[in-house]
């Protein structure tokens, strides 16, 4: 009894060595795909799916990726976590390249931030003459607000909408809640508490149908509410376990004729969500 036992234990230890060996093997293998970190709102628009599937198809590079804040994209990317950033806070990118973290930036497509909040709109959005007074109506007024506070291109452009309005939002009170979620998911809590949020236009209108409690009360061309998406391969020389050859492949493919059409002709709930513009210097 006692033989057989410690055969069996033998065995436990066996296949488990095995296991680890097999575990080992497989990590150790090249990885044949590119590693992006992008935003929330690429996914959740809609867009980001046909855009990849299209990518693949002309260039065989399968593309995997994390989509997060903007903030946490470049955090990515300065350690070398991921190949690629596609994200939307211009300073901040500019930043990463400077930096050296970042190979080189190209322009692809742009869209709008929008106020959302309740159909009573108790802050008086609506009648705003300019984004940065619509923003002091909602202080005045302490009507409640979601803020993202996830250090995303949403956030970096509410916080600056705040200080244009010369507000800052470390000092508000209770009616200024934190979600510290992406796009939609605080879309979701604003409908949920009848609150104001800062909005890009494509996550809106992707979602716009399961929020019934919100409207879109703030949805104007005002050059500060352009909210720009760029694409940057991370830099081999500060990381040089990146895949640069693939990430510039994408990179360039993102400003071609093929990408920026499917980019134009992209609708949700028939409105178009994003502009092209793609500008190529990688």
């Known amino acids: 009894m006692h033989f057989r036992s410690a055969w069996r234990y033998f065995l436990v230890l066996l296949v488990a060595a095995a296991v680890t060996l097999a575990i080992v093997a497989v990590l150790s293998l090249p990885r044949g795909y590119l590693l992006m970190a992008t935003t929330t709102s690429t996914r959740d628009t809609g867009l980001l799916a046909p855009l990849l599937r299209e990518f693949t198809a002309a260039s065989g590079i399968e593309v995997r990726y994390i989509a997060v804040g903007t903030g946490q994209a470049l955090d990515a990317g300065r350690r070398g976590d991921v190949d690629v950033v596609m994200v939307h806070a211009p300073t901040n990118e500019t930043q990463f390249v400077a930096a050296g973290d970042g190979l080189c930036r190209n322009l692809i497509m742009y869209n709008t931030f929008v106020l959302v909040g309740p159909a009573s709109d108790p802050a008086g959005v609506r009648n705003a003459t300019s984004p940065d ?150």
């Not at 007074?133 to 909602?138: G, L």
């Open 133 to 282: 007074d619509a923003f002091a109506r909602i202080y005045q007024s302490q009507s409640r607000f979601e803020s993202r506070a996830d250090n995303s291109g949403t956030h970096t452009k509410e916080r600056e909408l705040w200080n244009l309005a010369g507000l800052n939002a470390s000092t508000f009170g209770p009616w200024y809640e934190r979600t510290n979620q992406g796009m939609g998911a605080t879309l979701t809590i604003a409908n949920e508490k009848s609150a104001y949020t800062l909005s890009d236009d494509g996550t809106w209108f992707a979602r716009e149908t399961t929020l019934p409690y919100l409207r879109l009360l703030y949805n104007r061309t005002d050059a500060v509410l352009r909210n720009q998406y760029s694409v940057i391969p991370v830099n081999p020389a500060a990381h040089p376990g990146v895949f640069v050859d693939k990430a510039l492949v994408f990179a360039r493919w993102l400003v071609s004729p093929q990408a920026q059409s499917l980019i134009a002709d992209f609708t949700v709930g028939g409105h178009k969500i994003f502009t092209p513009n793609g500008t190529g210097v990688c």
